[in-house]
């Protein structure tokens, strides 16, 4: 263990520890200052800070190494003492944002911002880090001669606490090591079918085992008052046998070799679980990986809902078509799930899985709860072209819609005020840059890393007060009738034109309140144009010697 043995450390003798912990603040006079100066000049910078927000730390992962930056800062280049380490392939923080973890090919490292100081310890080959929910832990794992190798640190000291084989890395099933909230117990699987739950507060033992019939994968709800282990198997074939995809329940308090629940999932050959916050709901999302109806190249997806105190699996109501995203409310009383062909449908969903509201049809493919369950992100990221609406959850209206064109990074602030979203290499090798816009879709700021490559964005977690929303003042815009030639007939414009204002539409919806029992079925709620019947053709019969060419019954009746 090395202390501040890491590159380029953060400037020493020039600003007191808590300045060095923690980026400058503006004042309001300062920032008001600014804003005066800028209306004076006749060209305006492209980016104008408009809002008085305070300043919160973004750590940007680029080429250069880590720097640790204020969202309201116009570059990233002014001020290279923020360069935290020279070269880093992972970046974490902690849950409270004081520790930030690191790794490059050869260390790993811990930066403790209330303490100003950078530790490093020798481990090379590192492939992904995680912090335990208090943060006292830090678990990383790495590569040994074709063998995988958890080890746990204590994160301020980055003292060893233990290390132990376990099994190859895959970040579908990523953290190995899962804890429960307080760190109280932490659970592993080194052999098949095998558990074990381990003791942290004495050195990682082993206090208990669960032996049961081997699984692809297990989780664990995050709260230790009624724990469960959920341990999946996937849908396999091996020749003319198939193996049935299901999961197995079992209590920790009640732990034995047989299960409390074990349900069958047909069509499970990727499987997600998604506790709610609290650990007492469970949303499991299967798929398959083809769509043997041939209707969806995305394969055939399905949304289940486990009662636990029914004990009892049940579908969820979505729409025809692939699943795109899950979300559970901070909160735990409510989710929502986008699904459908696009547009696809977003719909808000009660806990026990009753339709409550549906924010209308759209190219969205992303959901986002803010940290105060206060706003609602509905995104079109990835393949979509990155326009995002923010609504308001307690009154079910949409604030603002704005675009950040080519994103593939998008988080809420700590405030849950703002957003910072990234255009991020490798997805996208070119024109790599951050913005950080407003809630009501102001764009804040704005910086550029074409010159370079930039990997990861994040923002620092810190402590914040839920602020109630600010009125939006809505302009009302005067529509100016324009008389255009069009031909007679002509139905008001062009086919793509036509599709475009169709697409438009959708994406402003108001959203409905929806009935409990709504099914969806197979037909989103778009009003779509019925084709006319087409007009029979005449057909005539064939002449007979004889008889005198004749028509049809039907033909003659449309003739007249």
């Known amino acids: 263990m090395q202390g501040g043995d890491w590159g380029k450390p ?23 200052s600014n804003a005066a100066k800028t209306q004076m000049s006749t060209k305006s910078e492209p980016y104008v800070l408009k809002t008085v927000l305070e300043p919160i730390p973004i750590i940007a992962r680029a080429r250069e190494g880590l720097y640790l930056i204020d969202d309201q800062a116009n570059g990233y280049k002014a001020d290279t003492s923020r360069i935290i380490c020279e070269e880093s392939t992972i970046s974490l923080f902690n849950s409270d944002g004081d520790i930030l973890a690191f790794a490059n090919p050869y260390k790993v490292g811990a930066f403790v911002f209330s303490e100003a100081n950078g530790l490093t310890y020798d481990l090379p080959n590192v492939l992904a880090l995680n912090f335990s929910p208090s943060g006292k832990y830090l678990v990383a794992i790495d590569k040994r001669e074709n063998k995988h190798f958890l080890t746990i640190f204590e994160s301020k000291t980055l003292e060893k606490v233990t290390e132990f084989e376990t099994l190859r890395y895959k970040k579908e099933t990523w953290p190995q090591l899962k804890f429960v909230d307080n760190d109280e117990v932490a659970f592993r699987t080194l052999r098949p079918g095998v558990i074990e739950a381990l003791d942290p507060n004495n050195k990682f033992k082993v206090v208990k085992s669960l032996e049961t019939k081997p699984f692809d994968f297990f ?28 999961i197995d329940i079992f209590e920790y308090d009640n732990l034995g070799p047989k299960p409390a629940v074990t349900k069958i999932i047909d069509k499970a050959h990727e ?38 105190n ?19 409310n901070p909160n735990g009383q409510e989710f929502i799930a986008i699904s459908g062909f696009m547009p696809a449908g977003s719909v808000l969903f009660t806990s026990d899985c009753v339709p409550k509201f549906e924010f209308g049809q759209h190219h969205r493919n992303t959901v986002k709860w803010s940290p105060f369950s206060r706003y609602i992100l509905l995104g079109g990221f990835g393949n979509l072209s990155g326009d995002m609406d923010i609504w308001e959850a307690s009154t079910k209206q949409k604030i603002s819609t704005f675009k950040s064109n ?30 950080v816009f407003k809630y009501t879709g102001e764009l804040l700021n704005s910086v550029d890393y074409s010159d370079t490559e930039l990997y990861e964005v994040l923002w620092k977690p810190g402590k914040y007060a839920d602020r109630p929303t600010t009125p939006v003042k809505k302009e009302e815009k005067k529509e100016e009738e324009t008389q255009k030639f069009r031909p007679k007939g002509a139905s008001g414009g062009s086919f793509a034109a036509q599709l475009k204002a169709q697409k438009e539409t959708r994406n402003t919806a108001t959203g409905r309140v929806l009935d409990p029992n709504e099914t969806f079925g197979n037909e989103a709620n778009i009003e779509v144009e019925k084709e006319e019947p087409k007009k029979k053709k005449r057909i005539r019969k064939k002449k007979v010697k004889g008889d005198e060419e004749t028509k049809d019954d039907d033909e003659g009746e449309d003739d007249k």
């Open 10 to 32: 953060i400037k020493k003798n020039t600003t007191s520890t808590k300045e060095q912990a923690a980026p400058p603040k503006e004042t309001a006079n300062t920032t008001a």
């Open 219 to 246: 989780n664990v709800s995050k709260k230790r008052e009624g724990l469960i282990i959920v341990t999946v198997n996937l849908e396999h074939s091996a020749g003319y046998e198939k193996n049935e995809g299901r």
């Open 271 to 308: 499987v997600n679980l998604f506790f709610s916050p609290a650990g007492k709901h469970l949303l499991i999302w299967a798929q398959t990986f083809t769509d043997k109806t041939g209707q969806s190249y995305y394969g055939e997806h399905m949304l289940l809902y486990l009662d636990m």
């Open 310 to 328: 029914k004990r009892a699996l049940r579908r969820v109501p979505t729409y025809k078509g692939p699943i795109h995203d899950v979300a559970w």
């Open 406 to 435: 080519s994103a593939v990074s998008y988080l809420w602030a700590p405030d849950g005020k703002r957003i910072l979203t990234g255009v991020l290499n490798p997805r996208l090798r070119v024109d790599n840059a951050y913005k």
